[in-house]
């Protein structure tokens, strides 16, 4: 949160940020860009678990094909 760096009293007490319309609307901004990210990741975890599960299958029901 870089609206609160330079911050000081007596602006800034404690639990200001209750009340703090700067605040309160970074966060928003913030929460916004951590849900889209969140939703961006679960899809390529998601993805990713699926290739590894397949992966793992494959190899449990044929083994490892090793060529010596």
Known sequence: MKCC????APKRYPG???HC???IEE???YDRRKAVE???SAVR???YMQKSYGAFRAIRRHGRNRKK
């Open 16 to 18: 200001c940020h209750d």
């Open 45 to 47: 975890n998601g993805i």
């Open 21 to 23: 319309p700067e605040y």
């Open 38 to 40: 969140d939703k961006k």
């Open 27 to 29: 966060r928003a901004e």
């Open 5 to 8: 760096t330079g911050c000081v």
